[in-house]
């Protein structure tokens, strides 16, 4: 049996803010073995970084607030122990590799200093033994001449050696778990695919879990051994990955994988980018946030969030379509995977 190294149920974050609550995340599940990858998607504004901040306990309080629910890291309660404990947690346990690396770098000091600090931090190591790890770090994930590169400043790395260094950083404590989010957004294809080759080999080096965070399915199917989709800070629909990809049964994750560049067609032809706009998280309906937007729509859509059904091996889905109308309705759609591929 695989190690179980996280288990989040029930997680619901608000921010209280002058204009009203914003309900960014609604009861999400989800759970992390050691080695196993979960693929977090969903159009900007669904609550997939604030539910990697949460499990983090890095939301910013106020105005965000864990409402309801439990984080479980093997065995400890993370809502539960103290500030203290939960700086201890950050870095030895958990790691998270942010959007922007100039968030998490600092752009007075130097690269080296930055992770070396970070090892001195979490391990019993001098100064200069702390430095010549970050080196070791920064060979590590990729960076030639790295020697150097250690007496660099941020803003002397490209963008994706930003991102490599903050990989650096966070492995420096041989975590067991990685949150990556959106960590090759802002790069060329090329470097993407460099940065994500890295995150599997830090993977597979110190056998962590991966948590992965983009709202581009290409990369989900690449890296992830599973999915959550979310909507308006709902869990939509959750399995693994050859389930979302082949047997997707919430309308939301059709619209996400119908504007999946595809090989055959004119490169990143978005074929039918979904309708309409994402919810107000402030005006959620009690139901499904995205009824409204849906297309296939019933009465009680809008009233009541339907409960969790099993469609698949560890697939489930938040839907009220009867599940037969719901694979009538697929199959109406022009064929957005190419099954044979
Ligand atoms: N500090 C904050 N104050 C108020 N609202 C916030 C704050 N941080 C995030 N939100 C809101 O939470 C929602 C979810 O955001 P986020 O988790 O960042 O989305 P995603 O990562 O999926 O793009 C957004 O509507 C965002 O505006
Ligand atoms: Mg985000």
């Not at 900007?44 to 309080?61: I, Y």
């Not at 590799?97 to 752009?107: C, E, G, V």
């Not at 991102?163 to 957004?185: G, H, K, V, Y």
């Not at 091996?313 to 109406?332: F, K, S, T, Y």
């Amino acid at each position: 049996m695989a190690e179980r190294l996280l288990e989040v149920s029930g997680l619901s974050t608000h921010f209280f803010t002058h204009a009203g609550v914003v309900k960014a995340v609604n009861g999400v599940s989800f759970t992390l073995d050691r080695q196993e990858t979960l693929g977090i998607v969903g159009e900007s504004g669904s609550g997939k970084t604030v539910t990697a901040l949460s499990v983090m306990r890095l939301v910013p309080d106020p105005p965000g607030k864990v409402v309801a629910g439990s984080i479980d890291l093997k065995g400890r309660d993370l809502l539960a122990i103290s500030e203290d404990e939960m700086r201890q947690v950050r870095g030895n346990d958990i790691a998270m590799i942010f959007q922007d690396p100039m968030t998490s770098l600092n752009p007075v000091y130097k690269v080296g200093d930055q992770i070396a600090e970070a090892v001195m931090l979490h391990q019993d190591k001098g100064k200069k033994e702390a430095w010549n790890m970050a080196a070791e770090l920064l060979k590590r994930v990729g960076i030639p001449d790295a020697k150097h590169r250690v007496t660099q400043y941020p803003h002397e790395f490209s963008g994706g050696m930003r991102q490599r260094a903050m990989i650096a950083m966070a492995i420096s404590c041989n975590p067991d778990i990685l949150i990556a989010d959106e960590p090759t957004t802002a790069l060329d294809v090329t470097i993407q695919a460099q940065i994500i080759e890295v995150v599997i080999e830090m993977q597979q080096a110190y056998h962590s879990g991966v948590i992965l965070i983009t709202h581009d399915l290409g990369v989900v199917a690449e890296m992830s051994d599973k999915v959550m989709v979310m909507y308006g800070g709902r869990t939509v629909e959750y399995g693994p990955v050859d389930e979302i990809f082949y047997n997707a049964h919430h309308p939301y994750t059709w619209g996400l994988l119908g504007s999946l560049p595809r090989l055959d067609l004119a490169e990143k032809t978005r074929l039918t980018p979904i309708r309409g706009n994402p919810p107000d998280l402030m005006l959620l309906p009690e139901g499904c946030p995205f009824s409204g937007r849906c297309g296939y729509e019933r009465l009680e859509c809008r009233a009541v969030w339907p409960q969790l059904e099993i469609v698949g091996p560890e697939h489930g889905v938040h839907c009220h379509i009867p599940a037969d109308e719901r694979l009538a309705r697929r199959a109406e759609l022009p064929r957005f995977l190419d099954q044979a591929s």
